[in-house]
């Protein structure tokens, strides 16, 4: 709770794929509150006087999985809505303003992002939610201890750079300091 918010501050790519996980931690303890809270968060809270507050927190996020009909699969509606603005701010740098710094990065980019596209089932999805399911893919590969390829982590590389352009752009955005006519 007090991570996400700072993450959504300061960080909303890593705020994306924070909540990604939360989501299927809260999956993976069957939306059991006590279960997760005990073996979960408990463990790594500082001190018991934040226990009362992440339980609130976990507990609004079950129902909303809930009430959202994601118990099994998807992303929160809050987390779809920024997702969408995120994909604005990246089809706008791209086709709108005369980033040629982002439309670089994008380049290099694009290509893992249409490779990791053609060998999943994301074929639906756009650019920049490729590349926070490659992100996030690559997250649950580490907490496995699973190898990650030198070539995987160079497309990896590529697609966390372009994220993370888009998150600093994407603060700037919100804070009303991002100019798109003068670029």
Known sequence: ???????????????????????????????????????????QLPDESFLAQYRKWYSSLMMQMRS???????????????????????NTLLNLTDNDKYKDIFKVANDHIEEFKSKSNLKDKNHVEIAFQALYMKLLLRLQRKEISPASEEAFDSMRIMLAFLSRAYVRMKAGDLDFLNN
Request: cysteine-free; aromatic content about 10%; charged content about 25%.
């Open 1 to 43: 709770m007090l991570v996400a918010e700072q993450k959504i501050k300061n960080n909303i790519a890593e705020y994306i794929l924070y909540m990604y996980q939360v989501e299927d931690v809260i999956r993976a303890y069957q939306f059991d509150l006590d279960k997760l809270m005990d073996a979960y968060v408990r463990p």
């Open 68 to 90: 959202e009909k994601i118990e099994t699969s998807g992303h929160l509606l809050s987390t779809q809505e920024i997702m969408v603005e995120l994909t604005y701010l990246h």
